[in-house]
């Protein structure tokens, strides 16, 4: 009974990261790899995906500290880490990366074509770095917002057992 | 002969004939990606596609896993960007040590970064995400590769004399049997190249000495080097002693440089295939041209089964455009892009896209395959004799800058040669499209010298309603300075012949010799003929004498601006409506001969950018309804474009020479001078 209730529980979690547009379908691929050999495969994969991210983070926030933003340098950490999270099927960070490496471009004339890099004026140099750093907060606060989501959704699926996690609803 | 090793091990169930059961079970994929989760992943995913994984997280090492075991993997899947070295980097000495596929992943899904590992060889390119479907296919490349080395054996196996003869006609085979049949078309070219090498390739191949590793920098001493010497003329002597890397051997070198070689005769393949898809992209855009455009379909073989063209002829142009692997993406490109293609495609092969640049060099090579570099005019008037029945030409060649203007003038007289003997062999005459060269990047003081020519002429039923057109457009980027100061030389002209009644065309180029960074454009006297037959000796005189005209413009521009400019030229034609003797003679060219010709000046630091296209167009449009009796307007509009970038780039130069360029108010805008209504 306390077991259907939790397998019920993972479900509705599991539906909201993705009705929330947490998450992606790329997440269910995640899910599909799961199997005996790795029956918790998905968690091993978000930990793994967060612990080597907050490295990205770091070289992130650090390059962003800087007083000359090198937009190149930044687009070359934000690539990775969109790459790491669009593995994953973490939906909204992703976009968000999208975002920022529009603005990297944007900081380096890319797109732009009236403007080369020289000649991106005062002001617009100032709004993109200013974009970048703010969509770098959104990063950071979506990222940690599916940590916390992905972490209560890995203890009722823990609690309900390790049945439930290998085979989920197709 | 060649046994590649693809089937050894838990592969050999995938023996050449059939393939096994178990077939991709067991497949040996090397994985290599500096994101671990994306590693973890990727690992996952293919073992349960059973295949046999190894996985490292930075290239280096799975170079050396790589060169330890050479037959120890069937496909490598790789990252793009990486740290310690750029995926393609990675690519790159695999295709070049190793005939392994590879396939290229990243989250990055712009246009061209793939472009980019395709020009390089990648034989796939997955955009991360990767999804497990996606794996789930990655053997066919194996299949692929391993089945591509089977043919090559299969022909190696073969004698020598025969080959030559067999390559030929398989080439011709993969010429028309589909438009994009690339396996096939690149299967014949690899067959080639095999061919030639076949007995250095069983020395290396054997590797029974100790191997030299070369490593990234090695290598990069080595490509170094070689583009000093220029790959023509890079011996591995030379090479050995530019290197000067003890310990290394003449044989090394040798052996390396084969296999730099075939891999960038490999990666001209893949962009000369590309640039044929392109072309036909724009045919696609370019279709607005009504009846015209419903002949493109036409192809050389449907013509000359309609007898329409002599097989001699035919076989001459297979000989002449065929035989060079050069012309084989485009010889179903119809006429009418050529001018398409100089207006807009041109700026972009030139210097639009960074990776052109890169690739610049291996198509030079896959180019000037069979024709030699430095080519003395003698040596390109043979070769055009060999072309001049067809009127059309593909060349591409790298000469000297002094030297090409001489080498222009041939050309154009010997193409114009040929147009008449075209028009001689039947009323109808077959649109002949020839190809476009590519842009050459040279790194010294060769210049790149781009041949485009397009002649072509249709005609339908007994030419009461000859629609016709035909175009020749010369191009020639030059490139004289060691830091890569562009300088682009755009020839264009872009007649209209009604084909019954024109006597041909008489494109001439004249082109100086380049001092400076400077690009100039000459401008191609091109004249729109709507003659009668027995006027046209008449009109050859105009003709000759308005080249004349022409060249002494140039002259006097060269002087007065030393070079220092960019000089774009252009002309636009229309061609013209003339009703005399009964013919209705509708030339659908009317508003289709604007010409633009378009000149890149770019210097070395705005190169790869396309900033300084010009894409100027004009339109002159004539009309000859005047008249019933022949009567001829020809209009030479010639116009020199300078562009507020360009001056800029230019800056100092210029200054120095202010005073006196071209006859006009600004130093870079004269009025083109015409000739209008000149009768015949």
Excluded at chain 1, 23 to 37: K, N
Excluded at chain 1, 107 to 113: A, Q, R, S, V, W
Excluded at chain 2, 342 to 358: I, T, V, Y
């Amino acid at each position: 009974m306390e077991r259907t209730r939790l397998r019920r529980q993972v479900a509705l979690t599991r539906q909201s990261l993705f009705d929330q547009g947490f998450l992606d379908e790329q997440f269910i691929q995640l899910e599909d790899l799961q199997d005996d050999a790795n029956p918790n495969f998905v968690e091993e994969v978000v930990t793994l995906y967060y612990r080597d991210s907050a490295r990205l983070i770091t070289n992130i926030e650090k390059a962003l500290e800087k007083n000359s933003l090198d937009f190149n340098k930044l687009d070359g950490f934000m690539h990775q880490f969109k790459g790491s999270s669009s593995s994953i099927g973490a939906k909204k960070v992703k976009a968000e990366c999208t975002l920022f490496r529009e603005y990297c471009r944007a900081g380096n004339g890319e797109g732009l074509p009236h403007l080369s890099v020289q000649g991106l004026n005062g002001f617009a140099w100032i709004h993109t770095s200013c974009r970048c750093t703010r969509t770098f907060q959104q990063i950071k606060k979506e990222y940690a917002t599916l940590k916390r989501k992905l972490e209560a959704y890995f203890q009722v699926v823990r609690q309900a057992g390790p049945a439930e996690t290998a085979c989920w609803p197709k | 002969m060649l046994n590649l090793g693809y089937c050894k091990g838990s592969m050999s169930t995938a023996s050449s004939g059939g393939v096994s059961d178990q077939f991709p079970a067991g497949l040996r994929v090397l994985v290599v990606d500096d994101d671990p989760t994306c590693l973890v992943i990727l690992e996952k995913m293919l073992r349960i596609c059973l295949y046999e994984v190894t996985k490292c997280n930075r290239a280096e090492i799975a170079l050396s896993l790589l060169r330890e075991n050479r037959n120890g993997y069937d496909i490598v899947i790789s990252d793009v960007h990486m740290p310690d070295m750029d995926g393609f980097k990675l690519l790159e000495l695999i295709g070049l040590e190793m005939d392994l596929p590879v396939i290229m992943m990243s989250a990055d899904d712009g246009k061209n970064v793939v472009m980019k590992g395709v020009t390089h060889g990648a034989c796939d390119y997955l955009i991360k995400p990767i999804r497990i479907e996606a794996l789930k296919n990655i053997w066919q490349h194996v299949v692929r590769k391993k089945k591509k080395n089977e043919w090559k054996d299969l022909e190696q196996s073969g004698s020598v004399e025969e080959g030559g003869d067999r390559q030929q006609k398989q080439s011709e085979d993969a010429d028309y049997s589909s438009s994009a049949n690339e396996g096939s078309w690149k299967n014949s070219k690899r067959r080639k190249d095999e061919e030639e090498e076949v007995d250095e390739r069983d020395d290396t191949s054997t590797l029974k000495k100790p191997r030299v590793v070369w490593s990234v920098e090695l290598h990069q001493q080595f490509v170094a080097a070689v583009n000093q010497l220029g790959i023509d003329k890079a011996v591995p002597k030379k090479i050995l002693e530019l290197m000067n890397v003890p310990g290394l051997t003449r044989e090394n070198v040798a052996s390396h440089l084969q296999k730099y070689r075939l891999y960038l005769r490999r990666l001209s393949g893949v962009s000369q295939h590309q640039s044929g898809m392109g072309n036909s992209f724009i045919s696609t855009q370019e279709a607005t041209y009504g009846s015209l455009s419903s002949l493109n379909g036409l192809d050389l073989q449907t013509l000359a089964a309609a007898s329409q063209i002599p097989a001699q002829s035919l076989a001459t142009l297979q000989a002449a455009g065929l035989g060079r692997s050069t012309a084989k993406p485009r010889m179903p490109m119809p006429i009418v892009d050529q001018r398409n293609l100089f207006s807009f495609e041109n700026p972009k092969l030139r210097f639009g896209e960074g990776q052109q640049q890169h690739l610049n060099n291996g198509k030079q090579i896959n180019l000037l395959h069979g024709i030699p570099t430095t080519m003395e005019p003698k040596q390109l008037a043979n070769m055009h004799h060999s072309a001049q029945s067809l009127g059309s030409m593909n060349m591409q060649l790298n000469a000297h800058g002094d030297q090409s203007g001489s080498l222009l003038m041939q050309m154009s007289q010997q193409q114009s040669r040929g147009q008449i003997l075209n028009e001689a062999t039947s009323s109808q005459v077959p649109r002949l499209p020839s190809s476009i060269g590519q842009p050459i990047v040279n790194n010294a003081l060769a210049s790149g010298v781009l041949a485009r020519n397009g002649l072509a002429e249709s005609g339908r039923g007994t030419g009461f309603n000859p629609v016709s057109q035909s175009s020749s457009t010369m191009n020639f980027p030059l490139n004289t300075t060691a830091e890569l100061t562009a300088t682009s030389f755009a020839l264009g002209s872009a007649p209209g012949v009604p084909s019954l009644t024109s006597k041909g065309m008489f494109p001439e180029e004249i082109s100086s010799e380049i001092k400076g960074p400077g690009g100039f454009i000459m401008p191609s006297y091109d004249i729109f003929s709507d003659l009668q037959h027995h006027r046209s000796h008449d009109w050859e005189l105009q003709n000759a004498g308005m080249t004349f005209n022409g060249s002494q413009q140039s002259n006097s521009l060269q002087s007065n601006v030393d070079v220092a400019s960019s000089v774009l030229a252009h002309q636009g034609f229309s061609s013209s409506q003339s009703n005399g003797q009964g013919r209705n003679i509708s030339a659908v060219g009317k508003p289709m001969f604007s010409a633009g010709d378009a000149t890149d000046h770019v210097n070395a630091q705005s190169l790869g950018q396309p900033l300084n296209n010009f894409f100027a167009e004009n339109l002159v449009r004539v009309k000859t309804e005047r008249v019933p009796d022949a009567s001829l307007q020809t209009t030479l509009f010639n116009e020199q474009f300078g562009q507020e970038d360009l001056m800029s780039a230019l800056l100092k130069q210029q200054q120095q020479q202010q005073a006196g360029i071209g006859p006009a108010e600004n130093e870079f805008d004269f009025d083109g001078y015409s000739l209008d209504n000149i009768p015949v």
